[in-house]
């Protein structure tokens, strides 16, 4: 499986002085309709899918209902649904309020283990363009072609290629 991806040109908020570095960013298409991927979902199986349709609607009703009562939502095979948030610290207890002291809350969903193996097991890149400016390249020779650029000899690094990738290598996620 391929997973298509953009070159774009940033600059690392932590090393403001250093000169902007090309990062690869997923080019995500756009996601199917809720019919779509219910029919593609259920496609070779004996669940209709207006079934899968309704189970999705409860579970997303549930989830929210789940973390407000401070609960973890594990979804068996998908992955586990929490809520976080910060807070501002008080020396004494007596003096902390939950409504001025806790911000940010946000919902962490952490994928479960045999999820991303199956997603990440045999993924490949493929350049799908370059992003500049504004400006979408259909591709990195367009984009060569549209500023001048020479064309690299071959195995230049400008390919597809496979592997995970390693933590840090985009500073900007």
Known sequence: ????????????????????????????????????????????TTTAPIEMEAAMELLAAFIPQQLQQGHTVNVPGMGTFRLT???EGVEDIDK????????SPRI???????????TLQGISYENS????????????????????LPTPAPGGGTGGGSGSGGQGENPLG
């Open 108 to 118: 962490v969903f952490t994928p479960a283990k045999e999820l991303r193996e199956r």
């Open 1 to 44: 499986m391929s997973v298509n991806y953009k070159l774009v040109r940033k600059k690392n908020p932590q090393k403001k002085s250093e000169p902007a570095k090309w990062y690869a960013t997923p080019n995500s298409a756009k996601p199917l309709a809720q019919k779509a991927l219910t029919r593609a979902a259920t496609e070779n």
């Open 85 to 87: 948030f910060k807070s």
């Open 96 to 103: 902390f309020n939950a409504g001025q002291m806790i911000k």
């Open 129 to 148: 363009g370059v992003l500049e400016n504004k400006i979408n390249y259909a591709s990195l020779a367009d984009y060569r072609k549209a500023k001048g």
